[in-house]
Each structure stands twice: as C-alpha cells, then as structure tokens.
C-alpha cells in the first residue's frame, strides 16, 4: 500500500511513489534535451534517472498500479495525481509535434509505452554506426586522454541500447581492451605490448591509466 509508508508527523515518506515535493510541478523540465525521435536512448536513460529519483518510476513501467476508485477513493485520488504529474513532465519533455501525438494519453504509462514502440526500434541504424564509429577510431592527432573519452562516449551510448545485462562480461570487457589498444598510435607499441603480456588482462581503465603515465 503506497499510502502506508509514513514518516514521523503522518507525512508521506519521500520514497513514497505517492510523495511530492513542494518544489515539484506540472511545468517542470526533467531533461534537457526533449525527445525528437532521433534521441530516444539517451532521453529515454536521463527520463529514467529523473523519475527513479523522483520515485515515479512506477508509473511509467506498471508497478504503482492504480488502486479502486470506489473502494480506495483517497489512494485514488493521489495516484491520479501523482499520475497526471508524471504525465505533464513527459509531455514537457517532448517537440510539439511528439506531444500532439499522446496529448490526450490518459496514463503515464500509456504515453511512456507508446513512444518506446515507435521509437526503440529506430536504434538499429545508430548501433551500426556506432559501431562503425568504435570501427574506425584511432587516436591519430589526439592526446590519449581525448582518444580514451571519446571511444568511451561511444562504448557507453552504444551500452545504452542494451535491454538485457550480457552474460559475456568478461568477453565485453576484453573486447573494450583491444579496441582500445588497437587504435593507438605506434609509439606506444612498447606498452601496449606490456599491458597485452598480463596476466590475467587488465580492465580497460587500468590499461588507460597505464599508458596515461607512460605518456607523462
């Protein structure tokens, strides 16, 4: 029962999915970047930090389900509006056009359903070219700090289109490692030798602080 869980005073604990901070309003902007279409895994991931830390999650994944108007009219009541609240910062985080499409959505999880139908699918040419880019990327002209961040940016975006934890950790790691190596320039040949010499191998943030020193 969500309106179960009270702090001292009989107020509402701010785990409470029910909860609201005075702060908290329909007008409110969670992300800074609205959904376009094109930009779905990333706004997706900053919506989900936002309402986890909100509590709110439960209202866009099913969990907080909406109790019985007639038998529970004061749960009711505040699931409508912590509903309804939920609803208006999604709606904030979308273009005009995308918002004329689930206006007259009655549930956040309706809305939040709908467009990850329409647009989760649409990542398969962005894993491609991420992969292409990860592919292709070599330090070149960079320092190894600027290679190391932007094969970084590309290993965490292309991980954000992952639904499901791999099994193959191990493998994903080692698979990091060498991409990583591979694309560095032939002057650290001498370390990167090293570091593929180790036993066991190590992870790619180790191997990064490694040739960070040796660079020094």
């Known amino acids: 029962?969500?309106?179960?869980?009270?702090?001292?005073?009989?107020?509402?604990?701010?785990?409470?999915?029910?909860?609201?901070?005075?702060?908290?309003h329909p007008g409110m902007m969670l992300v800074s970047k609205p959904l376009n279409g094109d930009n779905y895994s990333t706004w997706c991931r900053a919506m989900m930090i936002s309402l986890n830390a909100k509590s709110k999650l439960g209202?866009?994944?099913?969990?907080?389900?909406?109790?019985?108007?007639?038998?529970?009219?004061?749960?009711y009541a505040s699931w409508k509006k912590c509903n309804d609240m939920v609803l208006s910062?999604?709606?904030?985080?979308?273009?005009?056009?995308?918002?004329?499409?689930?206006?007259?959505?009655?549930?956040?999880?309706?809305v939040w359903e709908d467009l990850r139908d329409r647009f989760s699918q649409s990542n398969v040419p962005r894993i491609f070219q991420i992969e292409r880019d990860i592919a292709c990327l070599a330090q070149d002209q960079m320092t190894v700090a600027a290679?190391?961040?932007r094969l970084k940016k590309l290993w965490d975006e292309l991980g954000s289109y992952n639904d499901t934890i791999c099994s193959c950790g191990v493998d994903h790691k080692r698979r990091k490692l060498m991409q990583f190596?591979?694309?560095?320039?032939?002057?650290?040949?001498?370390?990167?030798?090293?570091?593929?010499?180790?036993?066991?191998?190590?992870?790619?943030?180790?191997?990064?602080?490694?040739?960070?020193?040796?660079?020094?």
Request: hydrophobic share 35%; glycine share 6%.
């Open 89 to 110: 910062w999604i709606l904030n985080s979308l273009t005009q056009d995308l918002v004329g499409s689930v206006i007259f959505s009655t549930t956040a999880q309706e």
């Open 147 to 149: 290679y190391y961040t």
């Open 1 to 24: 029962m969500a309106n179960e869980q009270y702090s001292d005073g009989g107020k509402l604990n701010a785990i409470n999915p029910y909860f609201l901070h005075h702060f908290d």
């Open 181 to 216: 190596l591979m694309g560095l320039n032939e002057s650290y040949n001498a370390i990167r030798g090293q570091i593929l010499l180790m036993n066991p191998l190590p992870d790619v943030a180790k191997a990064y602080s490694s040739i960070v020193q040796e660079e020094k």
């Open 59 to 75: 209202f866009i994944d099913g969990t907080t389900t909406m109790p019985s108007a007639t038998t529970k009219p004061d749960d």
